[in-house]
C-alpha cells in the first residue's frame, strides 16, 4: 500500500491510509477505523521507512504464491491490536 499508492502514485499517507481504514468502515456503517470514543480499539503500527524483502514462504497467508515474493518493500508493521488486545508484535502472531 505504501508503495503502490503513496509512493509511485503520490496519494498523501493519510489519505492513503483512509482508504484503508475509516472510509471502507463508513460505507459499510461501522464504527470503525478511527479512534473516537466508543469505537473497537483496532490500531496498526508500522515503520513507513523500514526495508524488507517479502518471502511469501515465511508469511503468515496459507497461500504460498503472490506477486510481492521476493519484492523489497519499504514500510512494515510491528504491531497490531485488535479490540484492546496485542495481536501480533514483532513478527509473531499471538493466540
Known amino acids: 500500500m505504501l508503495d503502490v499508492l503513496h509512493r509511485q502514485n503520490g496519494f498523501p499517507l493519510p489519505e492513503a491510509l483512509a482508504l484503508l481504514t475509516h472510509k471502507p468502515a463508513r460505507v459499510l456503517g461501522l464504527l470503525a477505523g478511527?479512534?473516537?470514543e466508543g469505537a473497537p480499539?483496532?490500531?496498526t503500527l508500522f515503520d513507513?521507512?523500514?526495508?524488507?524483502?517479502y518471502d511469501a514462504k515465511?508469511?503468515?497467508s496459507k497461500s504460498s504464491n503472490s506477486p510481492w515474493h521476493g519484492q523489497t518493500l519499504t514500510g512494515r508493521v510491528k504491531t497490531t491490536i485488535?479490540?484492546?488486545r496485542i495481536v501480533y508484535a514483532g513478527g509473531t502472531?499471538?493466540?
Not at 48 to 53: A, C, D, G, L, V
Open 41 to 43: 480499539a483496532d490500531v
Open 34 to 36: 478511527t479512534l473516537a
Open 93 to 95: 502472531i499471538a493466540v
Open 58 to 60: 515465511a508469511g503468515f
Open 48 to 53: 513507513p521507512e523500514e526495508k524488507w524483502t
Open 82 to 84: 485488535v479490540a484492546g
